[in-house]
T-cell receptor, first 109, second 113 residues
Framework: QKEVEQNSGPLSVPEGAIASLNCTYSDRVSQSFFWYRQYSGKSPELIMSIYSNGDKEDGRFTAQLNKASQYVSLLIRDSQPSDSATYLCAVNTGNQFYFGTGTSLTVIP | DGGITQSPKYLFRKEGQNVTLSCEQNLNHDAMYWYRQDPGQGLRLIYYSQIVNDFQKGDIAEGYSVSREKKESFPLTVTSAQKNPTAFYLC????????????FGSGTQLSVL
């Protein structure tokens, strides 16, 4: 079983819609959770981090964490074409980061 | 500005050749990491180091070697033993091992001639 699993997509949403990205993890001792955005040929950039159960909002982005279900999600409101990228879920177990394979998102103008 | 510098951006390897990827950071971070990314795949950990003169194998260390002689520098050598080296290589750092944020360099695309 992979440490971190994501639906690889591709996920397509119209401009202005809400994009919902999901991630599950297997290690219950995982302590912190991250979403990175990666454009083709570029390095990942951190867009959200979350450490406790519940929601965390930052602009158009909302991260949701449910440790009991070992589930973390990212909502992107008012999606823009510039949001088209691959989104990587990452989990920190305390001494190592584990990454999912990423979900490819396309926002259609 | 502080950050992580990787070089070169593109690198070509001939069969049987060792090549070295450079990674330098001026963030004063203790921990540094090397990841490999294949098309459509997530990041896989090759090696990591939490302090100078110490490093540990990650999940896919075979065919690679590293050194950590200075806090700022963590070069990765792709040896001839790595039979499928074509990939995007990312160097990253964090304040210490297991702390929250990873900062990434811009990456090196390695291809085989």
């Amino acid at each position: 079983q992979k440490e971190v699993e994501q639906n690889s997509g591709p996920l397509s949403v119209p401009e202005g819609a809400i994009a919902s990205l999901n991630c599950t993890y297997s290690d219950r001792v995982s302590q912190s959770f991250f979403w990175y955005r990666q454009y083709s040929g570029k390095s990942p950039e951190l867009i959200m981090s979350i450490y406790s159960n519940g929601d965390k909002e930052d602009g158009r982005f909302t991260a949701q964490l449910n440790k009991a279900s070992q589930y973390v999600s990212l909502l992107i409101r008012d999606s823009q074409p510039s949001d088209s990228a691959t989104y990587l879920c990452a989990v920190n177990t305390g001494n190592q980061f584990y990454f999912g394979t990423g979900t490819s998102l396309t926002v259609i103008p | 500005d502080g950050g992580i510098t990787q070089s070169p951006k593109y690198l070509f390897r001939k069969e049987g050749q060792n090549v070295t990827l450079s990674c330098e950071q001026n963030l004063n971070h203790d921990a540094m990491y090397w990841y490999r990314q294949d098309p459509g795949q997530g990041l896989r950990l090759i090696y990591y180091s939490q302090i100078v003169n110490d490093f540990q194998k990650g999940d896919i260390a075979e065919g690679y070697s590293v050194s950590r002689e200075k806090k700022e520098s963590f070069p990765l050598t792709v040896t001839s033993a790595q039979k499928n080296p074509t990939a995007f290589y990312l160097c990253a750092s964090s304040i210490s091992l297991g702390t929250e944020k990873l900062f990434f360099g811009s990456g090196t695309q390695l291809s085989v001639l």
